[in-house]
């Protein structure tokens, strides 16, 4: 799926799916836009945070939480993000966050 990411059969953009792939792995806190916000994905009225998807490759910027082992946490999300995607998957983790959601 190169190109512009392409809508899902209920409607859903193929950024939204990989977040809700994200955000389903463990050890994963929350999606991240960046040190700025410009890591999205903007569709019709809607702004997708933390993933942008491209003809060369995959960005996911996620905050992982603690105490997660960052180097597994990222391999698991590249697990699952690379299924839904044919480029390769670049994941970024941006921040630790405890479980009240305080960065460490």
């Not at 799926?1 to 193929?14: F, I, N, Q, V």
Request: hydrophobic share 40%; glycine share 10%.
């Amino acid at each position: 799926m190169t190109g512009a990411p392409s809508p899902g059969t209920d409607g859903e953009d193929l950024s939204e799916r990989i977040v809700a792939a994200v955000l389903a792995t463990p050890g994963v806190a929350a999606m991240h836009g960046g040190a700025f916000g410009e890591v999205a994905t903007y569709l019709p009225g809607r702004r997708v945070t933390g993933v942008t998807v491209g003809p060369a490759s995959c960005a996911v910027h996620l905050a992982a939480r603690y105490p997660a082992n960052v180097v597994e946490t990222a391999e698991r999300v590249r697990a699952a993000v690379e299924p839904l995607v044919s480029v390769p998957v670049d994941v970024t983790i941006e921040d630790l966050l405890t479980e009240t959601g305080q960065s460490q």
